[in-house]
């Protein structure tokens, strides 16, 4: 069987393709779509809701989340509990699970997790020929830290060639940055191209975007985008190769 995997980077959305011939899935709901803790709300609940026809069966993974290079990576977390661990939701029907910290929150900086909900498909009828499209969601799991914590946001734009800039933003903060709705524009105020529309940031890592755009050295870039719903904007110099 070939298996091609699609993810929708917003929401962490997959669609696992099992087989071949026509198509149908199943369909579920999960709100809200992050999850915080901490020291005085150690618990946290979601609901998930079946919005297909047929019951579906879901199975819940927490795991550790940190980011190397601009990358997500992911490991089994231990110290994360969700429950419950796989359930049924009948169709038109809801679900609460709740997730929970095993240990006490870090001192100064935020811990990050994603919570991984996949549908379990059910067994092939005999005779059943066709497409089987598994859902799996992927939401933000936040622990904050005994202290205060915000995000510290640096922005960095570097001419790679006549017509390409890396733009760069590094979180030197304590928390997590969640960057979306970019509007990106020259000196001239002409509208350049972001390739992507949103992007996490966790403390200490850094997010690149390239830029197809011809932008001279020593000019400047105006950027403005919401950074967990306030509004930012940054003047940044393009520096050169």
């Not at 696992?16 to 369909?27: D, E, P, Q, Y």
């Not at 598994?134 to 570097?158: D, K, M, N, R, Y």
């Not at 966790?202 to 997010?207: Q, V």
Request: with cysteine.
């Amino acid at each position: 069987m070939k298996r091609v995997r699609a993810r929708q980077a917003a929401c962490g959305l997959a669609l696992l393709f099992l087989a071949i011939g026509h198509a149908w899935a199943g369909s579920f709901q999960v709100g809200p779509v992050t999850a915080t803790l901490s020291a005085d709300h150690r618990v946290a609940a979601l609901t998930v809701r079946n919005t297909g026809t047929d019951a579906t069966t879901i199975q819940l993974r927490a795991m550790a989340w940190s980011q190397s290079e601009g990358k997500d990576v992911f490991a089994p977390a231990g110290d994360i509990l969700a429950t419950p661990p796989i359930f049924t939701v009948p169709a038109g029907g809801s679900q609460v699970i709740r997730i929970g910290s095993r240990r006490d929150p870090d001192p100064q900086q935020e811990r990050a997790y994603r919570l991984f909900l996949r549908e379990v498909p059910p067994a092939p009828q005999a005779g059943a020929a066709g497409l089987r499209m598994v859902l799996e969601i992927s939401l933000p799991v936040f622990v904050q830290p005994s202290s205060a914590s915000a995000p510290g946001l640096h922005w960095q734009a570097t001419r790679i060639d006549g017509t390409h800039v890396k733009l760069t933003a590094s979180n030197t903060g304590t928390a997590h940055a969640h960057l979306t709705h970019f509007v990106l524009s020259g000196d001239d105020g002409r509208r350049l191209p972001m390739p992507s529309n949103a992007a996490y940031i966790l403390p200490g890592n850094s997010h690149d975007w390239v830029i197809d755009a011809a932008v001279a050295q020593g000019s400047h870039l105006k950027l403005a985008a919401d950074s967990d719903n306030q509004s930012l904007q940054s003047d940044i110099v393009v520096a050169g190769p």
